[in-house]
Nanobody, 116 residues
C-alpha cells in the first residue's frame, strides 16, 4: 500500500505561485503519480500526472501554467503552479495512478486558495 502526504498549500493572490509537494512512502513503485483537485460543490477533477518514464499529461485548463515533476531519490512529486487564478481554488490531492491515469490511492489533500 502506498502512503501519500501533500504539503505546500495556502493562500495566494491571483497571479501568484505555489509549489505543492507529495511525499510517497510504502509501495513507492507505481505506474505514475498525479494531482487532482476538488472545489466546493464540484466533482474531483484531474489536473496533471507523470508516469514512471517521465511522460506527462495535463488538463487543458492548466496547460502552460502548471508543471508536474518528480524527484525519485526523494520519493516526492511536485506541482508547480504559476499565474494562479481564483478558479484554481480547491483542495488538491496527490494520487497514485494506473496506466489509464486513473487514481487508485489518495492523499489527504491540501487547500489552495487564490484571492482575486
Amino acid at each position: 500500500q502506498v502512503q501519500l502526504v501533500e504539503s505546500g498549500g495556502g493562500l495566494v493572490q491571483a497571479g501568484g505561485s505555489l509549489r505543492l509537494s507529495c511525499a510517497v512512502s510504502g509501495r513507492t513503485f507505481t505506474y505514475g503519480m498525479g494531482w487532482f483537485r476538488q472545489s466546493p460543490g464540484k466533482e474531483r477533477e484531474f489536473v496533471a500526472a507523470i508516469s514512471w518514464r517521465g511522460s506527462t499529461r495535463y488538463a487543458d485548463s492548466v496547460k502552460g501554467r502548471i508543471t508536474i515533476s518528480r524527484d525519485s531519490a526523494k520519493n516526492t512529486v511536485y506541482l508547480q503552479m504559476n499565474s494562479l487564478k481564483p478558479e484554481d481554488t480547491a483542495v488538491y490531492y496527490c494520487a497514485a495512478v494506473d496506466y489509464k491515469w486513473a487514481a487508485d490511492s489518495w492523499g489527504q489533500g491540501t487547500q489552495v486558495t487564490v484571492s482575486s
